[in-house]
C-alpha cells in the first residue's frame, strides 16, 4: 500500500539567529526563531512523514511547551518519526520538497541537505528533492520576515 503525506513549516527570521536547513548551518544575516533549531525543511518532512501514516503532526509528539526540545537538532525529530514509521512496516519511497526564502542562495548548500536526509531516511540521494524559491520581494518571505517550507512524501509498506 502506498500512503502519500504533506507537511508545510513557518518561521520568523531575525538578526543574530542561526540558520538550519536540512542540517545545514546556512551562512546568512538573518536566523529563524524557534523552540527547537527551527530548520523548517526538516519540520516539513517530518509533518509529511506523519501526514502520512495519520499519526497527528510534529507538535503532537514534540511539543514546543516541553523543555526537552528547546534548542533540539531536528534531527532528533526526524529520526523518532522514521522509527514510529518502519515500526508500521512502511519505508520513504521519495520526498519532494520546497524551500522558500529570500536570500542568500541556497543552491551551494542544496546536495548537502540531501545527503544529510537521506541518510536519516534511508534513501538514497536521488530519491530526495529540495527546491529553493524566493518571494520575488512579496509578504513575509519576500520581506525577509519569514522562512517556508513545505514537502510531499511517498510512502511504501510492501
Ligand atoms: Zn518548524
New binding site residues.
Given amino acids: 500500500m502506498f500512503r502519500i503525506g504533506f507537511g508545510n ?1 513557518i ?1 520568523k527570521l531575525i538578526s543574530g539567529k542561526l540558520l538550519i536547513l536540512g542540517g545545514v548551518k546556512i551562512p546568512a544575516d538573518k536566523g529563524a526563531v ?1 523552540h527547537s533549531d ?1 530548520d ?1 525543511l526538516t ?1 516539513a518532512i517530518t509533518d509529511a512523514i506523519l501526514g502520512a501514516l495519520a499519526l497527528g503532526d510534529i507538535g503532537s509528539h514534540f511539543s514546543d511547551k516541553d523543555a526537552r526540545w528547546k534548542d533540539t537538532d531536528s534531527f532528533v525529530f526526524l529520526k523518532h518519526t522514521v522509527e514510529l514509521m518502519k515500526e508500521k512496516g512502511f519505508r520513504v519511497i521519495n520526498v519532494d520538497s520546497t524551500i522558500n526564502l529570500e536570500k542568500p542562495k541556497l543552491r551551494p548548500f542544496i546536495d548537502t541537505m540531501r545527503e544529510n536526509l537521506a541518510k536519516v531516511l534511508e534513501i538514497e540521494i536521488n530519491c530526495v528533492s529540495i527546491k529553493a524559491k524566493t518571494g520575488e520581494g512579496l509578504d513575509a518571505i519576500g520581506e525577509e520576515r519569514a522562512i517556508k517550507a513545505e514537502a510531499v512524501v511517498l510512502l511504501d509498506n510492501s
Fill in positions: 513549516d518561521h524557534g527551527a523548517a519540520h
